[in-house]
T-cell receptor, first 113, second 111 residues
């Protein structure tokens, strides 16, 4: 089966940049996503990147994709305490007309004042 | 547009009972997917419905079932509940093959 891997924890100081890394295994993935989950809540879509792109920037968020190494990263600039949450990367593996997201285990980001 | 809504938000059941969870997708979205989130297994895909047809299913026992109505609203049912079914059940909707947007989830506790 396909696996998506992330480190479990990341701690940064307020105002610093955070970089959350993810590796995936299925080269047929079409889209790769970053979701954010706050305590007791569902998943909030942060951003996504199509597999033929190398980089995507959206305000404080920068996504980098290295397709050769199957490596995805999310950089959050000027990290704030409100960014403390669990971040999930996910890949969309096409299967005919069906779709299914495979998620990593999530990275718990803690922002220290 | 209103987001994905799920009802109920919290549910407590006992072993052996059955439960039905409901999901209303974003207006215009025809695809609804269900995921189970547990501390041990993380986020796992249950099934996807599109135009009232199940078009993809994850690796879960037959106790887990679902359906979709003509208005795209979806329900999932779990019969003969087990302690291990305690989880956050998340519903996501999308327009065709596009990005999935998630609801707040239903927290199911099985005692």
């Amino acid at each position: 089966g396909e696996d998506v891997e992330q480190s479990l924890f990341l701690s940064v100081r307020e105002g610093d940049s955070s970089v959350i890394n993810c590796t995936y295994t299925d080269s047929s993935s079409t889209y790769l996503y970053w979701y954010k989950q706050e305590p007791g809540a569902g998943l909030q879509l942060l951003t996504y990147i199509f597999s033929n792109m190398d980089m995507k920037q959206d305000q404080r968020l920068t996504v980098l994709l290295n397709k050769k190494d199957k490596h995805l990263s999310l950089r959050i600039a000027d990290t704030q305490t409100g960014d403390s949450a669990i971040y999930f990367c996910a890949e969309n593996i096409p299967s005919g007309s069906a779709r299914q997201l495979t998620f990593g285990s999530g990275t718990q980001l803690t922002v220290l004042p | 547009k209103a987001g994905v809504t799920q009802t109920p938000r919290y549910l407590i059941k006992t072993r052996g009972q059955q439960v039905t969870l409901s999901c209303s997708p974003i207006s215009g979205h025809r695809s609804v997917s269900w995921y189970q989130q547990t501390p041990g297994q993380g986020l796992q895909f249950l099934f996807e419905y599109f135009s009232e047809t199940q078009r993809n299913k994850g690796n879960f026992p037959g106790r887990f079932s679902g359906r979709q109505f003509s208005n795209s609203r979806s329900e999932m049912n779990v019969s003969t509940l087990e302690l291990g079914d305690s989880a956050l059940y998340l519903c996501a909707s999308s327009y065709g093959k596009d990005t999935q947007y998630f609801g707040p989830g239903t927290r199911l506790t099985v005692l």
